[in-house]
């Protein structure tokens, strides 16, 4: 598309979509939203922004091959429940540790946390590698 407004918004709207992103995947194991939704919100941008410059610019923005990112999202994912069986619980049981933060107090991360990103990565990978190859081929 040769498009000066689509163009321009795509490349302002592309890093505010991403950060509204990584804020779903941060809400989303305590309330609604999550690695899903968020991988989706990030995937949407990135394929605006293959409308307003093409397929190729926009696998160049991701900077890894989407097959071995998916690859990636599957391991954290797992990782997240391998955790827990490390720990002498059931595959994917929810532990959560404390981390001290100066000047915020302790921090607790999770393994739900972990297989939220997990889900984030590999739903963000497998829509664009999809999306972006029916384009390529168009």
């Not at 404390?98 to 000047?103: L, Q, S, T, V």
Request: net charge neutral.
């Amino acid at each position: 598309m040769n498009s000066v407004i689509l163009r321009t918004a795509a490349r302002v709207l592309l890093p505010l979509l991403v950060i509204f992103s990584i804020i779903l995947l941060l809400r989303g194991h305590n309330v609604p939203g999550g690695g899903f939704v968020g991988g989706l919100l990030v995937a949407s941008a990135v394929v605006l922004y293959a409308m307003a410059e093409g397929p190729r610019k926009a696998r160049a923005i991701m900077r890894i091959d989407l097959q071995v990112l998916i690859g990636i999202g599957l391991l954290i994912g797992l990782a997240a429940g391998l955790i827990g069986v490390a720990a002498g619980e059931p595959f994917m049981a929810g532990l959560w540790f404390e981390f001290p933060a100066p000047g915020l107090g302790e921090i607790k991360v999770g393994t739900p946390l972990l297989f939220d990103i997990g889900v984030y990565v590999t739903v963000l990978a497998v829509c664009l590698h999809m999306i972006l190859s029916l384009a390529e081929d168009a």
